[in-house]
């Protein structure tokens, strides 16, 4: 089943930066649209290590960042070392609240934080491509835990 948008984007990206579209690229693309969520690149390798034992974790990363730059992933920090990624194709843009006690990730979609966007966009002349708002604080489970 290679009838997802992502496998041609991911074709024509690599043409153009003259690379091959290989059959372990192939995999770890298959494996990354069966992620839910957002997820780091162990667990991806951890995924796809299930399927395709021959994957090696250097590829893994590589072509994370293909993914990235063609416009297939999006990556954040979290406010955390290492990255996590989600797939944004067909996905509205969204923000992040991220708990710092129990880091739950939720996701929210905000006209007004859009609206600010087309001012700012219009007032700067710059064509926004992407943009991300994390906001870091206690989650409402946390809240009922922990005393402040
Ligand atoms: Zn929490
Ligand atoms: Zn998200």
Do not use: W
Not at 20 to 32: D, G, P
Not at 73 to 86: C, I
Request: with cysteine.
């Amino acid at each position: 089943m290679n009838s997802s948008p992502e496998f041609e984007i991911l074709k024509k990206h690599l043409k153009e930066k003259k690379l091959r579209y290989t059959r372990e690229r192939e995999k770890i693309l298959k494996s990354i649209i069966q992620m839910k969520g957002h997820f780091d690149a162990e667990e991806l390798y951890f995924n796809i290590k299930k399927q395709y034992k021959n994957v090696v974790l250097a590829t893994v990363y590589n072509t994370l960042d293909l993914l990235t730059a063609c416009g297939i992933l999006n990556r954040y920090r979290f406010g955390t070392d290492h990255y996590r990624y989600e797939k944004i194709l067909n996905k509205p843009n969204h923000y992040h609240l991220i708990c710092l006690n129990c880091g739950k990730i939720t996701e929210f979609t905000s006209n007004d934080i859009a609206q600010i966007e087309v001012k700012i966009s219009r007032s700067r002349n710059f064509l926004i491509k992407n943009s991300s708002l994390q906001i870091f604080g206690i989650c409402n489970e946390c809240q009922k835990g922990v005393v402040k």
